[in-house]
């Protein structure tokens, strides 16, 4: 249930997300794919909802209920691979916020096999990559403005598994974007804890270990009074 105690900060306001791993098909019955649980992103929406806002969700293969659905706030396109995920999320560009929190795999199998490869018919398939579209890149390129205020607010997310200052504070400025938020992995993956660094043109906030629900609750609470 949305609670009532919760502040409607982002009453009025349209939430892009994406959330999840993607998959990269080798042929109709293989493919590559990441650990992401797609649990930080849900709570994110589910977070954007309780706070009033109009969210979609653009979710790569995972098995989670879609937060709040009963209330007709959200909306959610589930996608495959990161060149599905690419085309919903530029569709769905004209939003205030987009929060990137899609594990996005960054190649994918060149040539896919129209049919299972067979064991037998070669020693070991020499796959072919292709660069996929940088999604948050993208949409930070396409950044309009309404009122003076640039939009939609891009926040990025880098799950580092050493130096997350530095590596998230180097994303910030390659992506040209205005907030990026850091988690030490693995350990937080598929877990409902994390542990957040906020970065931003401010410096760098800590949020505490929490639950993914809670982080995303704060997060939310920060951002509405940047927009
Ligand atoms: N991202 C994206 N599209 C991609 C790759 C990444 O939208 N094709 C987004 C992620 O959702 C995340 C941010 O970019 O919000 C950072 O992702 P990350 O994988 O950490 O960064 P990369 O730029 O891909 O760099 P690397 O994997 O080399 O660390
Ligand atoms: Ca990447």
Request: net charge positive.
């Amino acid at each position: 249930l949305v609670s009532f105690f919760q502040k409607k900060v982002l009453a009025g306001k349209k939430v892009l997300i994406t959330a999840g791993p993607t998959f990269e098909a080798i042929d109709p019955v293989r493919g590559i794919t990441n650990h992401s649980s797609g649990k930080m992103g849900f709570a994110i929406a589910r977070a954007a909802v309780e706070a009033g806002a109009q969210v979609h969700l653009i979710a790569g293969p995972c098995d989670l209920e879609t937060p709040l659905a009963a209330t007709g706030k959200i909306t959610r396109t589930d996608v495959v691979s990161a060149k599905e995920m690419h085309a919903a999320t530029i569709q769905a560009s004209d939003s205030d916020i987009f929060f990137a929190v899609a594990a996005v795999a960054d190649w994918s199998v060149a040539k896919p096999a129209k049919e299972k490869i067979k064991r037998q018919s070669q020693k070991a398939p020499d796959l072919a990559f292709v660069a996929n579209p940088d999604i948050l890149l993208d949409m930070a390129k396409s950044v309009k403005t309404k009122a003076g205020k640039p939009y939609p607010y891009c926040v990025g997310f880098a799950a580092e598994s050493t130096n997350l200052e530095a590596h998230a504070k180097e994303k910030l400025q390659r992506k040209g974007i205005p907030m990026i938020v850091g988690n030490i992995g693995p350990e937080t993956f598929g877990s409902d804890l994390n542990q957040l660094l906020i970065i931003d043109a401010q410096g760098s906030k800590k949020l505490a270990k929490a639950e993914k629900l809670q982080l995303a609750r704060q997060l939310i609470e920060l951002i509405a009074k940047k927009i």
